[in-house]
């Protein structure tokens, strides 16, 4: 177990191994949340604006170029959009990886 020190202004360092391990550099995001023993720290990924709308573009091209009109209702479509969304978003997070 680590043990970490709470510096001005509220920070804390996380030991090189545990950054290491979870493949975390300067800048990433970390979401928060109160446990029953304690804090709990997890790794997130975001994908900037400009790339999340370039892969919602080729998205779109691919759907276009490839399927006639679809029968899905419109929830049913932005549900796929958010499926291939997240999909896009795991494949960039695993890139991101050594």
Do not use: C
């Not at 790339?51 to 759907?63: D, I, Q």
């Amino acid at each position: 177990m680590a043990l970490v020190r709470l510096k001005r202004a509220a920070q804390i360092t996380l030991p090189a191994e545990l950054r290491k391990r979870f493949h975390l550099e300067e800048g990433d995001y970390l979401e928060v949340e109160a446990v029953e023993n304690g804090i709990l720290l997890k790794p997130v990924s975001f994908i900037g604006r400009e790339k999340a709308w370039e892969k919602v573009r080729e998205v779109l091209n691919r759907v276009h170029a490839k399927l006639s009109p679809s029968d899905q209702s419109p929830r049913e479509q932005e549900e796929e959009i958010t499926r291939i969304i997240k999909e896009l978003r795991q494949e960039d997070e695993a890139e991101r990886r050594p």
